[in-house]
């Protein structure tokens, strides 16, 4: 099978093999013979995907005991899904390979601990419509599709994404676009899912026009993981769809520097040469990232793909993922060690979802030794204490207090 480097190597060259930062092709693998002209097309893809054991067991010898139970009982929690190009990726002489333990289940996936919840963002009981999250003041979260290119183990929305629990999402557009009409406080609306660059062009086309003819809604954004799991999804014909519906945003979602291969930057270079920017959103997972190293080369490499390091989240405390999470003292570590020694470009928010719905509240290492009316004592990323002169706030003058302006002022 040809892969990238191994999950072991770090160092620039080490060993013949690249380096985390280092951007190679995920290869062909078993799939070497397939044209051109289908290995290229995402539909394709999709339709072979690896969905059962039998197809794992042939395609990945190395599998494991605990990774086979798993694999038997996917299909009660979350389904097996891996895309022919991502499962390259995948290094068969290591199970801990980072992006083997993403996408293969595992055993532990049964296990529930007393914390762990099916709905651990609590969106259910901030869903006025089916399919509609409104938490924030200014913005929605609108489910698309309950559908992913490839399904990963710690998938937050994994009650729904596949159907294995018996979900049966079903969403309503109309109903969707009806309560974002009337409500003129939404100005931001977030599609996901699952999923959005699932649906076709078409599709996709008439869901982004309706939501653009609202006039309160200012901004759009689409959350996906296609551009890691499925670059051949962005298309020429999806991005000059994409660039009628600016200002529109994107998040991918990428948690490994491998994952960041020559058909994934390609990828992403398309939709930053639509003018649609782009951030980043990683998971903290055990065995993954959870390593200063790995998320420096990540965040770097980021950055060499015109993608913004945007959120670090911890793991939300999704049934049965406790297999994949850190302490947060983890990630507190790793922060420091962004913070101040690569580029503040380069630097996430750590954030944890607050569990049963109290949305993303920021963490971060304490840089703030003292603060008195006197004076703020500070810390800086080495260590070092500096400070800084405190002085008494006082009244902001009346002419230059924003006037609550009326909905039509600019």
Known sequence: MESSASSSDKEEGGGGKPSLKSFVSAGRGPWRNVPDQEWNDWRWQLRHRISTLEQLERLLPTLTPEERAGTVLANRKLALGITPYFFNLIDPADEFCPIRRQVIPRIEETRTA??????????????????????????????????????????TRSRMVSNASGYDFHPRFDQQIEYIRRHPEVRDVLLSGGDPLLLNDEKLGELLSALRAIPHVELLRIGTRIPIFLPQRITAELCDLLRRFHPLFISVHTNHPRELTLESRAALERLADAGIPLGNQSVLLRHVNDDPEVMRALVQKLLMCRVRPYYLYQCDLIAGSAHLRTSVRRGLEIMQQLRGWTTGYAVPTYVIDAPGGGGKVPVSPEYVVEHTPERVLLRNYQGEWYEYPEVPDSPVPAPHRLPHCAPQCV
């Open 114 to 155: 007393p914390w762990e919840m099916a709905d651990p963002c609590g969106e259910e009981t901030h869903m006025p419509v089916p399919g509609l999250v409104h938490r924030y003041p200014d913005r929605v979260l609108f489910l698309v599709t309950d559908r992913c290119a490839s399904y990963c183990r710690y998938c």
